[in-house]
């Protein structure tokens, strides 16, 4: 078609699948297998008798879920944004901070291996990236982040899929020091399942962008809710960003429910503490399997088994209804992203192993 010449084409990022068949054992996309906090479904049934509120438009600077989030972590509202998820603050933040103008800035730089979503968005926004090779033992050198000449940096912390955490102090906080010139982004995901979070260095350093979601500790995948903390100059950036495509991104549902989770931090402790313990007690279990097992310090496990390929156990898990994840991508292509379930799914999946191995 002519007018094909003026499409943006881009390759999209590929989600894992959510399947329709009932009664399968989903381990592929890192939901929690613990509902959201109880207070969450009050704010629901509150919700539904203020249903004529809905002709309203939200609130376009989402003021409760900043105020409630400000309380929550003691970080000041003008340093915080919100967003549809955290691929939807993470792409506010591609717009915002990566538009190089000139030859001077370097790359944006994030690991060979890590979030499939960061080259989608360096992509689309026509961002000249490079990817820097992890080790092979999968950890990141960070010194490989710290020569001074980046045009931009992302990394996951803990890194996915790998689910290996670097310790803050010594690694990211060097990454960050070591190039005042770009906007460092630290995704931090998983950092609730993990022990290091930059979160504390925003006063610290001006060009650091922490980013956090409701979508894995607080069992809320489905709401989408994200959010960002940094110094107010990089939010108020972002939100010019954001009120320049669409200013009321934040629903008012998401808005309620994303208040009322932070109002139960004993069930936020309780969960997240389970699914470390699981995560824990599955490591040894696959490692007595044969499987290798990165140390992962997330709520997933990233396995490989030296006999039998990973795409093997992959078709084989799917046929006894575990659905797991697997990439295409040559240097893990040998290696299965297992989300941590119940300890009644874990059971099965390793039921299900023992025959297959
Ligand atoms: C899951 C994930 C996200 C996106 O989460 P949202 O559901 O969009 O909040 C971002 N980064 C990493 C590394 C993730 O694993």
Known sequence: MSWEKNVRKVVPYVPGEQPKMNKIIKLNTNENPYPPAPGVQEAMKALTKTF????????????????????????DKDKIFVGVGSDDVLDTAFLTFFDFKDKQSGNLLFPDITYSFYD???????????????????????????????GGIVIANPNAPTGIELPVKGAIEEIIKSNPD????????????????????????????????????RSMAG???????????????????????????????????????????????????????????????????????????TNFLFVSHPLKPATEIFAALRERGIIV????????????????GTDAEMDELFAALEEIL
Not at 125 to 144: A, F, G, K, Q, S
Not at 202 to 216: G, P, Q
Not at 325 to 338: E, G, P, Q
């Open 120 to 150: 989608v968005w360096a992509s689309l926004y026509r961002i000249p990236y490079e990817t820097v090779p992890v080790n092979d033992d999968l950890t990141i050198n960070y010194r490989d982040f710290c020569k001074g000449n980046a």
């Open 223 to 297: 709401m989408r809710i994200g959010m960002a903390f940094g110094n107010p100059k990089l939010i108020k950036y972002m939100n010019d960003v954001k009120f320049s495509v669409n200013s009321y991104t934040m629903n008012i549902p998401a808005l309620c429910y994303g208040v009322a989770s932070l109002h139960d931090e004993e069930y936020f402790r309780t969960t997240v503490g389970k699914i470390v313990a699981t995560r824990e007690r599955s490591k040894e279990k696959f490692r007595k399997l044969g499987f290798s097992v990165t140390d992962s310090k």
């Open 52 to 75: 004529g509120t809905l002709r309203l438009y939200p609130s376009p600077t989402c003021d409760m879920l900043i105020d409630a989030l400000s309380e929550y972590y003691g970080i």
């Open 182 to 217: 770009c906007v460092v982004i630290v995704d931090e995901a998983y950092a609730d399942f993990g022990d290091e979070t930059a979160l504390s260095l925003i006063d610290r350093y001006d060009n650091l962008l922490v980013v956090r979601t409701y979508s894995k500790s």
């Open 325 to 340: 994840r697997h990439f295409n991508n040559k240097r893990i292509d040998n290696y299965l992203r297992i989300t941590i």
